[in-house]
């Protein structure tokens, strides 16, 4: 008979991952329609701390067995000051970047909290140092079957991979502090109005205001959207972490963008995880920010009306995941009314949202596109790069259509950069 107790400690922190995995499943499907949103998000965001946390403890373990078992050894012994400050140090750590959701949840406000912003650190410290100590191990795995020194080896290992840790937080750190790059791309569109040669959209992504992002930040990134002088604003998803009543004071900024012919918003994940998207459509609304909830928008020079582009944006996928109501992707119902001897533009969150649009449409002509943050740092970036279908950058998907994806203009939870950097993007039209 199977027997828990006989589990190693690994093995029973799987299981319990497995069994909220499972539970968040079925909360999905079976129990969504029997709740009320408000209560679904605040079973979805138990759920998710759970799954989160069942995760990091299975990294946790193997932490805290390299760096302070392996280090010092598993015999008992008599522990010195240096010994026991570093225990406790590797337990700060641990905890802290176990506590890093719940301040997504507790610690909300106009500015970044700084334990937010430490417990954020922390867990980015601790997915780089998780990766080194498995890499560098799985090495010298493979380069040596002798067990002569092991040991001494396992040692050089793990002293390594906290150097290059230390090394990669600190350049995260300060990469993701700078203000973002401004990126300009031309892109040629099939059918573009003369009137609209040059249309200037600068596109945003992936802002995240939230425990990390405040209103400081958005600030800088208004200015700098200003100073560009845009026809076109376009914010494609994942504008916020939290609700409405917790960072209005924070987005106010929003207010001050300036854009000739508009400022636009389709929804991201993050913001349906919220659970509180209507009252983001109506916040944005008053900040003369016209939300793309499945529709599009006639764009054109003043006089020009007969010289338009059709700008159109998605819900994001995971609305229907979440079974959101009045929400989910409908590419036909975006597009009804755009004509086919006009060009089309996409707003859609998610890269395999946009290969989904193309599949149905392929007369769209360009689809702008953020969600993977270019993997925000290593090494997410190879899981980024690996689970999406467009990852970065320009795409020609073919002939007529192009696909643009920005790796995102803040950055999530994590306040690090590693292998990207934050972006501003200045996309220019031009007829082919």
Same mark, same amino acid.
């Given at each position: 008979?199977? &027997?828990?107790?006989?589990?190693?400690?690994?093995?029973?922190?799987?299981?319990?991952?497995?069994?909220?995995?499972?539970?968040?499943?079925?909360?999905?499907?079976?129990?969504?329609?029997?709740?009320?949103?408000?209560?679904?998000?605040?079973?979805?965001?138990?759920?998710?701390?759970?799954?989160?946390?069942?995760?990091?403890?299975?990294?946790?373990?193997?932490?805290?067995?390299?760096?302070?078992?392996?280090?010092?050894?598993?015999?008992?012994?008599?522990?010195?000051?240096?010994?026991?400050?570093?225990?406790?140090?590797?337990?700060?750590?641990?905890?802290?970047?176990?506590?890093?959701?719940?301040?997504?949840?507790?610690?909300?406000?106009?500015?970044?909290?700084?334990? *937010?912003?430490?417990?954020?650190?922390?867990?980015?410290?601790?997915?780089?140092?998780?990766?080194?100590?498995?890499?560098?191990?799985?090495?010298?795995?493979?380069?040596?079957?002798?067990?002569?020194?092991?040991?001494?080896?396992?040692?050089?290992?793990?002293?390594?991979?906290?150097?290059?840790?230390?090394?990669?937080?600190?350049?995260?750190?300060?990469?993701?502090?700078?203000?973002?790059? =401004?990126?300009?791309?031309?892109?040629?569109?099939?059918?573009?109005? *003369?009137?609209?040669?040059?249309?200037?959209?600068?596109?945003?992504?992936?802002?995240?205001?939230?425990?990390? %992002?405040?209103?400081?930040?958005?600030?800088?990134?208004?200015?700098?959207?200003?100073?560009?002088?845009?026809?076109?604003? =376009? %914010? =494609?998803?994942?504008?916020?972490?939290?609700?409405?009543?917790?960072?209005?004071?924070?987005?106010?900024?929003?207010?001050?963008?300036?854009?000739?012919?508009?400022?636009?918003?389709?929804? &991201?994940?993050?913001?349906?995880?919220? *659970?509180?998207?209507?009252?983001?459509?109506?916040?944005?609304?008053?900040?003369?920010?016209?939300?793309?909830?499945?529709?599009?928008?006639?764009?054109?020079?003043?006089?020009q009306s007969q010289d338009w582009i059709c700008l159109a944006g998605v819900d994001d996928l995971e609305a229907s995941m979440l079974r959101y109501p009045g929400h989910g992707m409908d590419i036909e119902k975006a597009l009804s009314g755009c004509s086919k001897d006009n060009p089309i533009v996409l707003l859609a969150h998610q890269p395999h949202a946009a290969k989904k649009a193309l599949q149905q449409r392929p007369d769209i002509n360009l689809v702008l596109s953020g969600h993977t943050h270019a993997g925000q740092m290593f090494p997410l970036t190879l899981l980024a790069f690996l689970v999406n279908p467009y990852f970065c950058g320009l795409y020609r998907v073919s002939e007529h259509t192009m696909v643009y994806v920005t790796p995102g203009t803040g950055y999530y939870g994590i306040p690090m950069r590693i292998g990207s950097?934050?972006?501003?993007?200045?996309?220019?039209?031009?007829?082919?």
């Amino acid at each position: 008979m199977f &027997g828990f107790a006989r589990l190693s400690a690994e093995g029973k922190v799987g299981l319990a991952t497995g069994v909220v995995f499972f539970s968040m499943l079925i909360s999905r499907t079976l129990l969504s329609d029997l709740v009320d949103i408000e209560t679904r998000a605040s079973l979805f965001r138990v759920q998710f701390l759970l799954f989160i946390n069942s995760l990091l403890l299975l990294g946790s373990l193997y932490i805290w067995k390299r760096l302070v078992r392996r280090l010092y050894g598993s015999r008992p012994a008599p522990r010195t000051w240096p010994h026991r400050c570093w225990r406790a140090a590797v337990l700060l750590l641990l905890v802290l970047a176990h506590c890093s959701y719940l301040s997504m949840f507790y610690l909300v406000d106009t500015e970044p909290h700084w334990l *937010a912003l430490l417990s954020y650190t922390c867990l980015g410290v601790y997915i780089i140092l998780v990766f080194f100590l498995m890499a560098f191990s799985c090495v010298s795995r493979l380069w040596s079957s002798s067990s002569d020194g092991q040991d001494g080896s396992a040692i050089g290992q793990t002293v390594l991979a906290l150097m290059v840790t230390a090394l990669l937080t600190v350049y995260g750190l300060f990469n993701a502090a700078q203000p973002p790059q =401004v990126v300009e791309v031309e892109v040629p569109v099939e059918k573009l109005p *003369a009137s609209m040669d040059g249309l200037k959209i600068v596109l945003l992504s992936d802002i995240h205001l939230g425990p990390t %992002i405040g209103r400081s930040k958005l600030q800088l990134i208004v200015t700098m959207v200003n100073h560009l002088e845009p026809d076109v604003v =376009v %914010i =494609v998803g994942d504008l916020t972490d939290s609700q409405v009543s917790r960072l209005r004071t924070a987005a106010e900024p929003l207010g001050l963008i300036q854009a000739r012919l508009g400022s636009y918003f389709a929804t &991201g994940n993050h913001d349906y995880y919220t *659970a509180d998207v209507e009252s983001w459509f109506e916040f944005l609304s008053s900040k003369g920010i016209q939300p793309l909830h499945n529709s599009h928008a006639r764009v054109f020079r003043p006089g020009q009306s007969q010289d338009w582009i059709c700008l159109a944006g998605v819900d994001d996928l995971e609305a229907s995941m979440l079974r959101y109501p009045g929400h989910g992707m409908d590419i036909e119902k975006a597009l009804s009314g755009c004509s086919k001897d006009n060009p089309i533009v996409l707003l859609a969150h998610q890269p395999h949202a946009a290969k989904k649009a193309l599949q149905q449409r392929p007369d769209i002509n360009l689809v702008l596109s953020g969600h993977t943050h270019a993997g925000q740092m290593f090494p997410l970036t190879l899981l980024a790069f690996l689970v999406n279908p467009y990852f970065c950058g320009l795409y020609r998907v073919s002939e007529h259509t192009m696909v643009y994806v920005t790796p995102g203009t803040g950055y999530y939870g994590i306040p690090m950069r590693i292998g990207s950097r934050a972006e501003i993007t200045q996309i220019i039209l031009r007829p082919t």
